[in-house]
């Protein structure tokens, strides 16, 4: 199947017009795609202050007395149902407000102490923690924080904070990473008062219970210099309107415990007044959300390190096999001290990210992209590493476990929990493909207005674009300098500071000449592009997790098992960045191509005999039958709809 260009260039523009197109304020990963590694950006490491830490300290403890009072976990996956009773323990404990500021009748948490608690939870439960997430982090309270008018907060934040459960609502059967395609359609009365809603959500977490919902839908498009201009649009949705239907409950591999689904919009009909920020707004609405939203999923990720590490470290001592404990087998002990040296690393942007938005002053949409995507990637790998260690009590249940009386370690719940983290908010995919356009958007700036038809093309090179790279260019070949003043940091940790300043120049000049190679076609090499997202994230992580070495070394209990921690994750993130750099250079990702193509063409099938590929028909009977369900009420649904002739576009 060939890529449709023209559907393709329609995505491109509308995730281009979602885009923040401005800087506001600094971005330390920007400039580290620039060439210039500005430590004092993370250094001294903006540690959380004691007064916020007490606060997050004494919270933390008293919702362990809820959690271990309402909630079994692993009845919550074995069921997949959290209990009525545990909901409405964590709202009389104020966990559903944590992020509401306190006139509204949240608890005014900073984002440190919503993420530190988020990952408490998610070490003890992660259903329940996707539950709180999934309202607070993306669901109504945060997008009605940024943009809510004041009327809507008033309205909604007070009842959000005692418990109404929110949700998110973007993703469609058909629509997933690509929001263009969005065929949910919010249609304006005559009257201008409402909107009527038509169309489905998939894999909505809290929807099937949610009494608020944030919607993304079409509305009309609109005519911009003789151009169709797709337009969406976020509303708040009270479920409890005639038309609203939960069609299924999903059920998945980990956090079991979710209620998640697919949910029906028929003719539901919205107030004008429910539509958050301007008609048009709503992708720039969702990706804003996602900024900060994707916050506490490192802060969990992170949790999940350090619960493997704690139960790693004990079981490598505990087992022994081949007549020595398994930790001192080496290849068993490289899991464990990756465990330990990339879960620093996690802990260390998990924090920065999180201390960056409670600050403000810095433009943190990529630092919270590439914590996402590094702390997922980086948790996934930990928790297969850990059920490994464990062996086959790793892949047995803790259930299981604690009924023949052995310690119930969940290993393979973690696993299975943490699988998802790679693809809700945002796939390691997308985020490389969001993180690679911001990265690129210095050099956008300058090439775009080159490329794009009217205005002087001359003037614009000569005043901007050959000036800007006459004086940009040769900056990157030049020596790094720096200050990057530490005051703990032993010699083998202080050696990799500058190593940042030399890769990072590196890299703004590869890419810089990878682009003029390939140009227009440098979109179609993703994997090179990966290249270069891998690079910029290992240098991140490696500037976050120095300085966080750093911050923690005054009150560290062995300050030279840190060091060793920090210097472990530092040197393997090297030799990281030095095979992306290789990849880019040398590479075989033709070979790649020429194979999946073959693939996508089916020429491999003729060797995949001998495996069961119907449907069982068991399966298959439901399937037949829901489809006969679906296809009886869309055509009953059809004939009351508004009439398409409403979506045809509106001048402006
Ligand atoms: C448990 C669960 C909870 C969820 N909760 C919510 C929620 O609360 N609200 C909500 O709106 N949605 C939710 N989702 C949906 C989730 O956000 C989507 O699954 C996700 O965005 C990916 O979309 P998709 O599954 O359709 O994958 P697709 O977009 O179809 O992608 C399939 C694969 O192709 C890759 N791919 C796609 N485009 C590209 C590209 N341009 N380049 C390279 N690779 C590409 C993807 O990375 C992925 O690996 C949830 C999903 C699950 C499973």
């Known amino acids: 199947m060939q890529i449709d260009d023209k559907n393709k260039q329609e995505s491109l523009d509308v995730a281009e017009d979602s885009r923040e197109t401005e800087w506001q304020s600094p971005s330390f990963v920007a400039e580290l795609f620039s060439g210039r590694f500005i430590w004092e950006h993370v250094h001294p490491f903006p540690l959380q202050s004691a007064e916020d830490r007490q606060i997050g300290d004494t919270y933390i403890e008293k919702l362990r007395g809820v959690l271990e009072k309402h909630i079994d976990p692993s009845e919550v996956d074995r069921t997949a149902d959290l209990p009525q009773s545990a909901i409405a323990a964590l709202a009389e404990a104020g966990v559903w407000g944590m992020k509401i500021p306190k006139e509204y009748g949240g608890l005014g948490f900073s984002q440190t102490n919503y993420s530190r608690v988020c990952a408490f939870i998610s070490s003890y439960c992660a259903s329940t923690s996707a539950w709180v997430t999934a309202h607070q982090s993306i669901g109504v309270p945060q997008p009605l924080k940024i943009f809510g008018t004041k009327a809507q907060k008033e309205k909604y934040l007070p009842r959000l904070a005692k418990g109404a459960i929110s949700a998110f609502g973007l993703t469609e059967p058909g629509v997933g990473s690509d929001p263009a395609k969005m065929s949910t359609t919010a249609t304006p009365t005559e009257d201008g008062k409402h909107y009527i809603l038509n169309g489905q959500k998939l894999w909505i977490t809290n929807g099937p219970v949610a009494e608020i919902m944030i919607v993304m839908a079409r509305t009309p498009s609109i005519m911009v210099k003789g151009k169709e201009r797709k337009q969406i649009s976020a509303f708040i949705v009270e479920t409890d309107t005639p038309g609203f239907d939960v069609v299924h409950r999903c059920d998945f591999l980990g956090i079991r415990g979710i209620q998640n689904g697919l949910l029906n919009f028929e003719n539901v009909k919205v107030p004008a007044e429910n539509i958050i920020g301007k008609p ?65 690393a996690m802990e260390a942007v998990a924090w920065l990210g999180c201390s960056m938005a409670d600050q403000g002053g810095m433009d943190i949409r990529i630092e919270a992209a590439m914590a996402k995507y590094f702390t997922t990637v980086n948790g996934c790998m930990i928790a297969d590493d850990f059920l490994q260690i464990r062996g ?81 260019l040769p900056k990157q070949f030049l020596p790094a300098t720096g200050n990057y003043a530490t005051k703990h940091l032993n010699g083998a940790n202080q050696a990799h500071l500058p190593q940042i300043a030399k890769a990072s120049k590196r890299l703004a000049r590869t890419m810089f000449f990878t682009m003029a190679k390939y140009q227009q ?97 068991g399966l298959q009977k439901l399937m037949n039958q ?21 979506y045809e576009t509106v001048a402006k």
């Not at 490329?451 to 674009?465: D, N």
């Not at 829901?626 to 409403?646: C, L, V």
């Open 626 to 646: 829901s489809i006969d369900a679906f296809a009886a009420k869309q055509s009953a649904a059809k004939t009351q709809r508004p009439a398409e002739a409403a």
């Open 392 to 472: 086959g009590r790793g892949y047995e249940t803790a259930e299981s476990l604690a009924k023949r009386g052995e310690e119930p370690i969940p290993a393979e719940r973690n696993l299975r929990d943490a699988r998802i983290s790679r693809i809700v908010e945002g796939t390691d995919e997308i985020m490389h493909l969001f993180i690679a356009r911001e990265a690129m958007d210095l050099h956008v700036r300058q090439i775009m207005p080159l490329m794009t038809p009217g205005g002087s093309k001359a003037g614009h090179f000569f005043k901007s674009f050959l000036p800007f790279y006459a004086a940009w």
């Open 280 to 344: 048009g707004d709503g992708l720039k609405i969702a990706l804003i959300t996602l900024n900060t939203g994707r916050l506490s999923i490192p802060a969990a990720a992170g949790a999940g390190g350090k619960a493997a590490l704690l139960h790693g470290a004990k079981w490598c001592n505990e087992r022994e096999q081949w007549g020595a404990p398994i930790g001192k087998h080496q290849n068993t002990a490289v899991r464990l001290a990756r465990i330990a040296s990339s879960t620093l």
């Open 521 to 617: 076609k440098l979109e179609r090499e993703q994997v090179i592009m990966s290249n270069f997202v891998d690079i910029g994230t290992d240098l991140f992580a490696m500037a976050a997790t120095l300085a966080y070495t750093e911050a923690l070394l005054p009150a560290a209990a062995d300050k030279e098992a840190l060091q060793d921690l920090c210097d472990l994750f530092c040197t393997e993130a090297r030799e990281r960045i030095a095979a992306n750099f290789k990849a880019v250079k040398k590479n075989h990702n033709h070979k790649f191509d020429k194979v999946s193509r073959h693939a996508l063409a089916g020429k491999y099938g003729w060797f995949c005999d001998g495996i069961y590929t119907d449907v069982p028909p």
